[in-house]
């Protein structure tokens, strides 16, 4: 058995399709970090926090919330407003919430890290994969794989997971619905 993973979770639905990998992998325990400043507006971070929560308490894990700062969010990606989709501004902003991830998991002596966001089947597993190796403890879970989105979907149902039809930054709505990046 391994030691303990934070598992950086963008909501409850992905992160509730990701546990049983996890488990399967062999991580003795799995704490749930909702580090996601990107959401906006409060109300829809709020939701996605919910359910988050209820994930953590469903299957018993702990469950850590890094600061809410949409204004660093803002100064890190905010240039990039025009950038489609999947371009430059995702980019920086799934690093800028790795970073985060491997920072709390580094000050609470969590041995490793990874994110829910590759169960997406809207973002590329490979480009986040990539990012990710840029830390030693980030461990690379490409969760879309063998149904993780299915399942996750699955789970959301029967758990009556609120589930958002955007990525969350205030870029990605209006007529970008979806995030959206070549597989």
Same mark, same amino acid.
């Given at each position: 058995?391994?030691? =303990?993973? *934070?598992?950086?979770?963008?909501?409850?639905?992905?992160?509730?399709?990701?546990?049983? +990998? *996890?488990?399967?992998?062999?991580? @003795?325990?799995? /704490?749930?970090?909702?580090? @996601?400043? @990107?959401?906006?507006?409060?109300?829809?971070?709020?939701?996605?926090?919910?359910?988050?929560? /209820? /994930?953590? #308490?469903?299957?018993?894990?702990?469950?850590?919330?890094?600061?809410?700062?949409?204004?660093?969010?803002?100064?890190?990606?905010?240039?990039?407003?025009?950038?489609? #989709?999947?371009? $430059?501004?995702?980019?920086?902003?799934?690093?800028?919430?790795?970073? =985060?991830?491997?920072?709390?998991?580094?000050? #609470?002596? /969590? #041995?490793? &890290?990874?994110?829910?966001?590759?169960?997406?089947?809207?973002?590329?597993?490979?480009?986040?994969? +990539?990012?990710?190796?840029?830390? $030693?403890?980030?461990?690379?879970?490409? &969760?879309?794989?063998?149904?993780?989105?299915?399942? +996750?979907?699955?789970?959301?149902?029967?758990?009556?997971?609120?589930?958002? @039809?955007?990525?969350?930054?205030?870029?990605?709505?209006?007529?970008?619905?979806?995030? =959206?990046?070549?597989?």
């Amino acid at each position: 058995m391994k030691g =303990r993973i *934070l598992l950086h979770a963008c909501c409850g639905p992905c992160a509730a399709g990701c546990l049983d +990998a *996890l488990k399967k992998a062999g991580w @003795n325990e799995i /704490v749930l970090f909702y580090s @996601n400043a @990107n959401i906006q507006p409060l109300a829809e971070y709020l939701k996605r926090r919910e359910a988050l929560r /209820v /994930v953590a #308490e469903r299957a018993g894990l702990p469950f850590w919330e890094d600061a809410y700062d949409p204004a660093d969010w803002t100064a890190v990606c905010g240039d990039l407003s025009d950038e489609p #989709e999947g371009g $430059a501004r995702c980019d920086r902003c799934i690093r800028l919430r790795l970073g =985060r991830a491997a920072a709390r998991a580094a000050a #609470e002596g /969590v #041995e490793a &890290f990874t994110t829910t966001l590759t169960i997406s089947p809207h973002k590329s597993s490979a480009r986040i994969l +990539a990012m990710g190796a840029a830390w $030693a403890s980030f461990q690379p879970f490409d &969760f879309k794989k063998g149904g993780g989105f299915a399942r +996750a979907m699955k789970r959301a149902r029967e758990w009556d997971l609120y589930r958002q @039809n955007f990525c969350g930054c205030p870029f990605s709505q209006g007529p970008r619905r979806l995030c =959206r990046s070549s597989a």
